[in-house]
């Protein structure tokens, strides 16, 4: 006997009862399946194998970003105290940058050597 003939059969408060019953698992095998899809997105372990280091200052940059929201502030303690001192070595990451620049620079005008066969 077929679900149709079957359903004909009820009562119109059966048929409701058992429509209403069908939606309530349709939604729960919904909800599980959307579960299990946010479960695998969400899990950091495929990020971390592929991409370490990536990983690694994402975290320290929001540990750092939530330390400056803090109420007691840690991060911001931490940046009065080492402010100076990344002011002081601006300069010499300047000169380094330049440095390395004339290098590349007298690198690339440089003649290069041939060699011949």
Do not use: N
């Not at 495929?46 to 400056?68: E, H, K, N, Q, W």
């Not at 840690?74 to 620049?101: I, M, N, Q, V």
Request: glycine letters at 4%; one cysteine or more; a positive charge.
């Amino acid at each position: 006997m077929s679900a149709k003939s079957q359903d004909s059969r009820l009562s119109e408060s059966e048929f409701l009862a058992r429509q209403a019953a069908d939606a309530k698992a349709a939604i729960q095998q919904t909800l599980t399946e959307m579960k299990h899809v946010v479960l695998e997105v969400a899990d950091p372990r495929p990020y971390i194998r592929d991409y370490p280091v990536m990983t690694l200052c994402a975290a320290a940059g929001a540990g750092f970003v939530t330390s400056l929201l803090s109420p007691r502030g840690a991060g911001k303690k931490l940046l009065a105290a080492t402010w100076p001192l990344l002011r002081a070595a601006r300069p010499l990451a300047r000169s380094a940058t330049k440095a390395a620049a004339a290098a590349v620079g007298a690198a690339q005008t440089a003649p290069q050597e041939t060699s011949t066969i």
